[in-house]
C-alpha cells in the first residue's frame, strides 16, 4: 500500500491511483522545537492508518497538517494527488473526529449532523435522507431528537461520527477518539468504527496512543517517538518483528535482553548464552537487544527442565508471580537489572498451581524463531521504558 497502487481501469488502460494522502518530507517546528521531524509517508485509498505513539510524539501535529488546522514548516501534504498548501481546512476533502465530541448542545442529534449540509445549501430532502443514513450506521435512529446532553458519551461520540460522515469525506481524521470513553464501552466501539470504516471504505487517519487499539482496528501502524516514525507495518508485524527496542517496548511488554551479534542468525546474550536468533540485517560485532514475546516464553524450576537440544535457553530467578485471571504472570530476573516477563495462560488449575514462585531457579526457553533481534540505542531504551503502550503517557 506504500506506492502509488496501478489499477486496472475499463478498457484495459492501466492508470496511477494516487495515494489518498501522502506526506513528503514533512517537518513542523514550534519555534526552536521540532514535534514532526521529517515524515515522508503514503496512505492508500481506503486504508484504516494509525499513528501511535507517547505523549507529544508528533502524532496529533500531524494529523492537525493533514486537516489543515496547522501548515508544515517545510514538506508537502498531498491528498489524493493534490498539494494541499494553500487550501483552507474547510475546503479540503476532509472531516476530522475530536475526543471531545465538539457537538452544538442546543441542537438535537439530527440538526447536529444536518449542520455541515444545511451551511453548504444540500437540498432539505437529500439532507434528510443523508442524516437518516448515518444515524442509522451508527445505531442511533432513535435518538435523532434528543439533545447531546441526554446521550451517553459513547453515544455523542457516534453522534459526532455521523455528522463528519454525513459530509462524504474523502479522508476520515480521528484524533483519539474514544479517549474520554471507559474501558469497555472503548472496546465496543473499537470494533464498531472497524466495522464502519470497511463499510464506507473512506481512508481513516487515527491517532492514538493505545497500542491496543491500534493493534484491533488499523490496516497499518506508523509507530512514532519525538516527531519521527520508527516503523511503519501492518499489527502483526510491528508485534512480532519491531525493528526497534523502542517500538519492542512501546508495543506490548518490554521483553529485552541486550547482547551483540556474533554471527548472522546467531547472538551472544549478555547474560550468558549463545543462542540463534532472527538478525535481520544487523552485522556481526552490532549490539542489539533480543526480544522474546512473553507469551512464547516457557518457564521451568532449574532441575526440572528439559534437555535444551538445541532449544535457546537462559537461567534466571522468578522476582515476582502475578494471577491476572486469564493467565499468570512471572518477572524473571535473567541478569543485571534485566527482567523478562512471562505470561503462563491459566488453562489448567494444577498446571497453575504448580507454577514456580517468587525465588525460584528457573530456566526460560523458546523457539528460536520467536526471538529476533532490534536496533539498541541507549536513547531507544530509555523511551522504551513505558512497557505498556496503553499508558504510554510520559
Ligand atoms: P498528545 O497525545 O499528548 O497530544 P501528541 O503525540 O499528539 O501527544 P502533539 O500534540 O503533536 O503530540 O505535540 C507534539 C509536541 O509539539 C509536544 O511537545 C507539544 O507540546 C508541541 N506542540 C504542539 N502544538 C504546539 C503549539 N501550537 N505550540 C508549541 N508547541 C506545540
Request: proline letters at 6%; charged letters at 25%.
Amino acid at each position: 500500500m506504500s506506492e502509488a497502487e496501478t489499477v486496472i481501469a475499463e478498457g484495459g488502460a492501466a492508470t496511477v491511483e494516487a495515494p489518498s494522502v501522502a506526506l513528503r518530507n514533512v517537518t513542523k517546528r514550534f519555534d526552536d522545537f521540532t514535534a514532526v521531524d521529517d515524515l515522508s509517508l503514503e496512505l492508500g485509498q481506503g486504508e484504516f492508518f494509525t499513528f501511535l505513539g507517547p505523549s507529544g510524539c508528533g502524532k496529533t501535529t500531524t494529523l492537525r497538517m493533514i486537516a489543515g488546522f496547522e501548515q508544515p514548516t517545510e514538506g508537502e501534504v498531498l491528498i489524493e494527488g493534490e498539494n494541499v498548501a494553500g487550501t483552507p481546512a474547510h475546503k479540503r476533502p476532509t472531516n476530522t473526529v475530536f475526543q471531545s465530541y465538539a457537538l452544538f448542545p442546543h441542537m438535537s442529534v439530527e440538526k447536529n449532523v444536518a449542520f455541515g449540509l444545511k451551511r453548504k445549501g444540500v437540498d432539505k430532502d437529500e439532507i434528510g435522507e443523508r442524516v437518516a443514513k448515518e444515524l442509522q450506521r451508527v445505531g442511533l435512529a432513535r435518538e435523532a431528537n434528543r439533545r447531546p446532553s441526554q446521550l451517553s458519551g459513547g453515544m455523542q461520540q457516534r453522534v459526532a461520527l455521523a455528522r463528519a460522515l454525513v459530509n462524504l469525506p474523502k479522508v476520515l481524521l480521528l484524533d483519539e477518539p474514544l479517549g474520554a470513553l471507559d474501558l469497555k464501552l472503548r472496546k465496543g466501539l473499537q470494533i464498531e468504527l472497524k466495522q464502519i470504516q470497511r463499510e464506507v471504505g473512506i481512508t481513516f487517519v487515527y491517532v492514538t496512543h493505545d497500542q491496543e487499539e491500534a493493534l484491533t482496528m488499523s490496516d497499518r501502524i506508523a509507530v512514532m517517538n519525538r516527531g519521527r516514525v520508527e516503523q511503519v507495518a501492518g499489527p502483526e508485524e510491528v508485534y512480532d518483528r519491531p525493528t526497534t527496542s523502542f517500538v519492542a517496548g512501546f508495543i506490548g511488554v518490554s521483553n529485552l535482553m541486550p547482547a551483540t551479534v556474533s554471527a548472522p542468525g546467531q547472538v551472544k546474550l549478555d547474560s550468558g548464552p549463545e543462542v540463534s536468533a532472527d538478525t535481520g540485517a544487523l552485522g556481526p560485532g552490532e549490539g542489539c537487544a533480543a526480544v522474546v514475546r512473553p507469551e512464547k516464553l516457557r518457564v521451568d524450576l532449574a532441575g526440572d527442565a528439559p534437555p535444551s537440544n538445541g532449544t535457546p535457553s537462559v537461567a534466571g530467578v522468578v522476582e515476582s508471580s502475578v494471577y491476572l485471571g486469564t493467565a499468570t504472570q512471572l518477572v524473571v530476573g535473567v541478569g543485571e537489572g534485566v527482567r523478562m516477563t512471562v505470561l503462563v495462560p491459566n488453562a489448567d488449575e494444577s498446571e497453575r498451581q504448580s507454577l514456580p514462585g517468587g525465588g525460584a531457579r528457573v530456566v526460560l526457553s523458546w523457539e528460536p524463531e520467536h526471538m529476533h533481534v532490534v536496533i539498541d540505542k541507549d536513547e531507544e531504551r530509555d523511551d522504551g521504558e513505558a512497557d505498556d503502550g496503553s499508558d504510554g503517557d510520559e
